[in-house]
């Protein structure tokens, strides 16, 4: 009797200590960090100073001669949490139609984007037998509350 007592409570010890280990990771559990959309809105585009754009390249690797252009415009935090390294999407064309940026829709990044609605610039480099005006299609930007560790 005294042995079909003891493996039973040692049984329902083990289940009642992983029971209470669940519970408690569940309760303690660090919030998830989730991915929060921004909008970005108002968009235009300028050449750069000539300090900036100086000597500019086409990106990829190649060694074309490039012009440089500064986008900027708004961006919406719709949290009340600062936003670090925002991923910055979008589509840009040069005036025939013909994609600025080939394959690539992740134009750059916004370093911080605190809550509300802040200003942003993102420099550019294009082709300089792209023809102009640009059109500046699909852009929105995401990153994540908090430090993001690399």
């Excluded at 200590?17 to 108002?42: K, M, S």
């Amino acid at each position: 009797m005294m042995n079909w007592f003891t493996s039973h409570l040692n049984r329902i010890l083990v289940i009642c200590l992983a029971g209470c280990l669940i519970v408690g990771n569940w309760l303690y559990a660090p919030p998830a960090l989730a991915l929060i959309q921004i909008r970005l809105f108002d968009l235009s585009y300028e050449s750069c100073p000539e300090e900036i754009g100086e000597g500019a390249v086409t990106p990829g690797g190649t060694s074309m001669p490039a012009s440089c252009f500064l986008i900027s415009g708004k961006a919406e935090n719709p949290t009340n949490k600062d936003i670090y390294n925002a991923d910055i999407f979008g589509r840009i064309y040069d005036a025939n139609d013909n994609p600025v940026m080939q394959n690539r829709t992740r134009l750059g990044s916004i370093d911080e984007v605190p809550p509300g609605v802040s200003d942003f610039k993102l420099r550019i480099s294009v082709s300089e037998n792209q023809a102009t005006p640009l059109k500046l299609e699909q852009f929105k930007a995401a990153g994540f509350a908090g430090a993001v560790r690399r």
